[in-house]
């Protein structure tokens, strides 16, 4: 378990300028489910290990391990397996330690925006914290989507290249892929695609999955688990 802590804004600016991608499974990773990753384990720091380690690496003395040079983003569980884990040199770890070295800069002025961003909107700073929190309810999908564009503008002139025009996955459960006053329309991991209640105050239980809670509906079917409707 690492014990330096980023904040949400450092996180969304790594996960977002090292393409929103895990750099251990090389797979799409929603921003909810993302850890930001010591590529050389945190623990080696001030052990003898460590010199060695950069010496392989071919980084010099001075690496600092908690800088942006040395975090790349990674699913949860991904990180989880790897844990305090020490890679040997290899093109492959030595590739990926280089690109967050020449993308540091980057990730420190989107640091930048987004902070300068969060202090001037309240609606942006609270759907930060919504994301952070990984929790979605019914009065939440509107702020969800708010938060969703609010980000995508900024992170915008950062992106690879063949994520520029696509949605940001901020969960991995529902992305918001329309939204309009009469409805919103989200898909799931899987490709299921549905409705979510109509937007206001009153919505029936009804519209509420029996499992999942807060979801879509795709005709009579809960996109997330499956369940047919017994009506």
């Not at 930001?36 to 980084?59: K, N, Y």
């Not at 520029?164 to 299921?192: A, C, E």
């Given at each position: 378990?690492?014990?330096?802590?980023?904040s949400?804004?450092?996180?969304?600016?790594i996960?977002?300028?090292?393409?929103?991608?895990?750099?251990?499974?090389?797979?799409l990773?929603?921003?909810?489910d993302?850890?930001?990753?010591?590529?050389?384990?945190e623990?080696?720091?001030?052990?003898?290990?460590?010199?060695?380690?950069?010496e392989?690496?071919?980084?010099?003395?001075?690496?600092n391990?908690?800088?942006?040079?040395?975090?790349?983003?990674?699913?949860?569980?991904?990180?989880?397996?790897?844990?305090?884990?020490a890679?040997?040199?290899?093109?492959?770890i030595?590739?990926?330690?280089?690109?967050?070295?020449?993308?540091?800069?980057?990730?420190?002025?989107l640091i930048?925006?987004?902070?300068?961003?969060?202090k001037?909107?309240k609606?942006?700073?609270?759907?930060?914290?919504?994301?952070?929190?990984?929790?979605?309810?019914?009065?939440?999908?509107?702020?969800?989507?708010?938060?969703e564009?609010?980000?995508?503008?900024?992170n915008?002139?950062?992106?690879?290249?063949?994520r520029?025009?696509?949605?940001?996955?901020l969960?991995?459960?529902?992305?918001i892929?329309?939204?309009?006053?009469?409805?919103?329309?989200?898909?799931?991991?899987?490709?299921?695609?549905?409705?979510?209640?109509?937007?206001?105050?009153?919505?029936?239980w009804n519209?509420?999955?029996?499992?999942?809670?807060?979801?879509g509906?795709s005709?009579?079917?809960c996109?997330q688990?499956?369940?047919?409707?017994?009506?």
């Amino acid at each position: 378990m690492s014990k330096q802590k980023l904040s949400t804004a450092q996180r969304q600016a790594i996960w977002t300028i090292h393409g929103e991608r895990c750099y251990l499974c090389h797979q799409l990773c929603a921003f909810s489910d993302t850890e930001i990753d010591h590529v050389i384990p945190e623990r080696l720091a001030g052990t003898d290990e460590l010199p060695q380690t950069l010496e392989a690496l071919g980084l010099d003395a001075a690496f600092n391990l908690l800088s942006y040079e040395n975090f790349l983003p990674s699913h949860r569980s991904c990180n989880r397996r790897k844990s305090g884990h020490a890679f040997k040199a290899s093109p492959i770890i030595q590739h990926e330690i280089e690109r967050a070295i020449e993308k540091k800069t980057l990730v420190e002025e989107l640091i930048e925006k987004t902070d300068k961003r969060r202090k001037k909107d309240k609606v942006f700073a609270d759907a930060l914290i919504l994301i952070e929190a990984g929790e979605i309810d019914e009065k939440d999908i509107k702020l969800l989507h708010e938060a969703e564009l609010s980000l995508r503008e900024i992170n915008a002139p950062y992106r690879e290249p063949d994520r520029t025009d696509q949605p940001l996955m901020l969960t991995p459960q529902l992305q918001i892929i329309h939204q309009d006053q009469y409805r919103t329309i989200v898909q799931h991991p899987s490709g299921r695609v549905g409705h979510t209640a109509p937007a206001g105050k009153g919505s029936h239980w009804n519209w509420n999955c029996p499992n999942c809670g807060v979801t879509g509906w795709s005709g009579a079917m809960c996109i997330q688990c499956g369940m047919m409707s017994d009506d």
